[in-house]
């Protein structure tokens, strides 16, 4: 994101009057287009709404208000901006480990089995997700429901084409997740791009689905959500909790990034540890 | 002066031993929160073995940063290999956005998300390293009113971090490194005192 050095001393009213044009530009994103970014947590969101005003050449929060007011296709921008969360293949390959140890052995007793993977942004989680499935022999009774807010991403990741530079990168991660074939052959090159199998999809729902403003579509074995809710405030984490709680089967399991914790939340007692290094859940109920 | 109440130290290349010193120095009843970055490769400590490693060589209690954490006064929070660390008001959050400068966590995204959530109540330390991270953020303390300090150049493993951070905030305090921890005591107990 863009650097920029500024000398001048910041006042007391300067801070006030950048918190009122914080609060109105999300109110008026919330009342012209619905998306609801009032509950993420401050400071990420601070950022990325000033990487917006510097890419449209402005100045202030208030003239980006102006912007996606009037231009809806800045609001696409901005959009992007505020959801686009990066990822990799077999991110903390360790986790991997213990889906494959701990979880899909609970999964296994399903004749069906349902998955979410919430806040899914270019598909490279779930894919991960449908190949260690598949390696476990279960792949063809899940079905992986990857939904995000970002509809250009989830195409992205319906296209199954991700950049062959990664592919070190990703192979390395892949080993040490357990992968049990060639992760090579997964994919074909193509130019810059690595072409993943395209029966890796069929198994995968791609959706929109707002985690702040949608509700429950499903009861779910399995819920993926891995560094999504790091960016929400503390109260929308709440409400989240709530919609997964309301979107799990009996005994649902839910998996958080490796940095996120439930302990501190409402719904702490609702869930036991399966894997206390992964943040890795097992509902009581 | 306003009191210190956090704390923003960042470390590049040699900086392991350079924030064991620093943190080494400060009592177990330090009136501050701390939070550190420092670049490390994403796959060497998976199971936190520096945080283990200072919270076993220093008095205050060191931990890795978790989502949402409350930020106390004597805890340490280390930024996790591979996020950015950010501070809100009373609390730390998490991001995987993209490395800034290669580098995640940045310590330009630590530093300058303190400077807006503690204003001139934070001091930001830039210690040894051989890149300009920290620069930006520590003149976004001191634009907000809160102390600036950097290691002195002439006592870092590698200046050039250190001279990005003069370069771009001139009027920070220069200390040897073994003179920040007494600094950052001064700076808690005398703000305590008069603010």
């Not at chain 1, 943040?279 to 009581?284: A, H, L, S």
């Not at chain 2, 923003?8 to 939070?35: K, M």
């Amino acid at each position: 994101m863009a650097v920029r050095v500024n000398f001048a001393p910041v006042h007391d009213d300067d801070d006030a009057r950048e918190r009122l044009e914080m609060d109105l530009l999300l109110e008026a994103i919330q009342r012209r287009y619905g998306y609801d970014f009032r509950g993420y947590a401050t400071a990420s969101l601070r950022r990325r709404l000033w990487h917006r005003v510097y890419g449209e050449n402005l100045e202030t929060l208030s003239g980006l208000q102006e912007r996606i007011l009037h231009q809806p296709p800045a609001m696409e921008r901005l959009l992007r901006d505020l959801s686009i969360n990066v990822t990799e293949m077999f991110r903390d390959p360790g986790f991997y480990r213990s889906l494959r140890e701990r979880v899909f052995p609970l999964l296994r007793t399903h004749p069906f089995i349902r998955v979410w993977n919430a806040g899914c942004s270019t598909g490279e989680e779930s894919y991960s997700l449908a190949i260690a499935l598949r390696e476990e022999g279960l792949l063809e009774r899940t079905r992986i429901y990857a939904t995000d807010i970002d509809s250009e991403a989830l195409a992205r990741a319906s296209a199954g084409t991700f950049p062959l530079e990664r592919m070190q990168r990703y192979t390395e991660n892949y080993l040490r997740a357990g992968g049990t074939e060639a992760f090579s052959s997964y994919y074909v090159a193509d130019g810059d791009s690595a072409r993943f199998d395209p029966s890796l999809v069929d198994g995968i729902v791609l959706a929109q689905h707002n985690l702040v403003t949608d509700g429950s579509f499903n009861e779910f074995h399995l819920i993926v959500c891995r560094n999504v809710m790091i960016y929400f405030g503390s109260a929308l984490q709440e409400d989240v909790l709530q919609l997964f709680g309301d979107s799990m089967s009996r005994f649902g399991i839910l998996a958080l990034g490796r940095k996120e914790s439930i302990r501190r939340s409402r719904h702490a007692e609702e869930y036991e540890p399966l894997d206390e290094a992964e943040k890795i859940f097992r509902r009581r109920i | 002066m306003a009191a210190v109440q956090l704390v923003a130290i960042g470390a590049s290349w040699g900086g392991l031993q350079a924030v064991e010193c620093v943190l080494g120095a400060l009592p177990a009843d330090f009136g501050a929160a701390i939070v550190v970055a420092q670049h490390r490769q994403a796959r060497e400590d998976h199971n936190d073995r520096l945080t283990s490693l200072l919270d076993g060589r220093c008095e205050l209690v060191v931990r890795e940063a978790e989502d949402k954490q409350a930020l106390r006064p004597g805890v340490v929070l280390l930024a996790p290999a591979d996020y950015h660390l950010l501070v809100e008001p009373g609390e730390v959050a998490l991001s995987v956005d993209a490395p800034v400068n290669f580098s995640r966590p940045s310590i330009d995204i630590l530093l300058r998300s303190a400077a807006d959530a503690y204003g001139d109540r934070v001091a930001g330390v830039v210690l040894t390293g051989a890149n300009a991270d920290g620069a930006e953020g520590l003149a976004r303390i001191a634009a907000r009113g809160g102390a600036a300090i950097v290691q002195d150049p002439d006592t870092a493993v590698r200046r050039e971090m250190p001279d990005a951070a003069l370069a771009t905030t001139p009027a920070a305090r220069v200390a040897a490194l073994e003179e920040i921890g007494p600094l950052l005591v001064e700076l808690v107990r005398s703000g305590a005192r008069t603010g």
